[in-house]
């Protein structure tokens, strides 16, 4: 699976938050469907599996009704804490009493993309066929969610190659089901442009909606490499507590023994360390998107 599958990637994420705590887990004997209500576990039921333990399964929770040590299965209540009851194959592995939770992680990474807002997109470039003097370019309805027009430009012939001049723009934002087309939005042009194909790049908002095991944040969801690296250090931030760093923590003595043993900024917390690092890593994303389209107040 590659590294940039959305469940690869949160399993990732709760190999490091889990760091330093109990995991404790099984594996399941047998395939189960979404509304099977028994879970048998391949080893030896660990004497953790009691009646009330929360079990994880991939996306899914379950609640122990019952739990039969001499056979290895328990009877479970499905969907617990509002997750989805799916199929499971054979060897799944079953998390006991987890401190995060798959589905927390995911929750976690689509609270961070969410959290983005319109600073942090992912840009295409479509060409539409446009009549000579058109002055006003309806979007079609596909085109409903977009943030802005990145960039406009015209085919024009230049011998026997094409050129892609710049053209000047706005985007209007009207009511759905105007002349505009179903979207709701038009180019208008400062001039009337000739006849030809427009280039137009468009910036649109991340799609958290299929944030699953069956999709890659990379090939499928449009995420650079470069953001999935800020997605893991979000999540890991609404994840992780401050008071988890205080174990890890090095504070202060007295005041002489401060001043022989504790080095400047050793009073800086992790959690502190942690939040500067992912406010870098996402100005610089912003940074890299502002240079490859600067905004243009046109």
Not at 42 to 56: D, H, I
Not at 151 to 169: D, F, L, M, T
Request: glycine share 6%; hydrophobic share 40%; charged share 25%.
């Amino acid at each position: 699976m590659p590294r940039t599958n959305v469940f690869t990637t949160a399993k990732r994420i709760r190999r490091q938050v889990g760091n330093g705590h109990r995991e404790e887990t099984g594996v399941l004997l047998a395939a189960i469907d979404d509304a099977t209500d028994t879970l048998q576990f391949k080893t030896t039921l660990p004497s953790s599996v009691q009646a009330g333990v929360t079990l994880g399964l991939d996306l899914e929770l379950v609640l122990v009704v019952t739990a039969d040590h001499e056979t290895n299965i328990c009877t479970v209540i499905r969907g617990f804490l509002d997750s989805e009851p799916v199929a499971h194959l054979i060897d799944t592995l079953i998390e006991i009493a987890p401190r995060f939770t798959l589905l927390d992680i995911v929750d976690a990474m689509i609270t961070e993309v969410d959290s983005w807002g319109p600073d942090l997109y992912y840009y295409d470039t479509v060409f539409f066929d446009v009549e000579s003097g058109t002055e006003v370019l309806g979007l079609p309805g596909s085109y409903y969610n977009v943030i802005r027009i990145l960039e406009c430009r015209q085919e024009e012939a230049n011998g026997e190659q094409s050129v892609w001049p710049r053209i000047k723009h706005k985007l209007l934002r009207g009511v759905v089901g105007s002349d505009w087309g179903d979207s709701g939005l038009a180019l208008r042009f400062h001039e009337p442009v000739r006849h030809g194909r427009i280039a137009v790049t468009i910036a649109y908002p991340f799609d958290t909606t299929f944030f699953d095991g069956d999709h890659d944040l990379v090939l499928d969801l449009h995420f650079s490499k470069s953001m999935i690296d800020i997605i893991e250090m979000g999540a890991r931030i609404r994840l992780i507590s401050n008071s988890d760093d205080e174990s890890t923590g090095r504070n202060a003595q007295d005041e002489p023994r401060r001043a022989a043993e504790v080095p400047i900024g050793s009073m800086v917390s992790l959690s502190q360390l942690r939040l500067a690092r992912y406010t870098r890593r996402l100005s610089d994303e912003k940074a890299r998107l502002n240079r490859l389209f600067p905004t243009r107040m046109s």
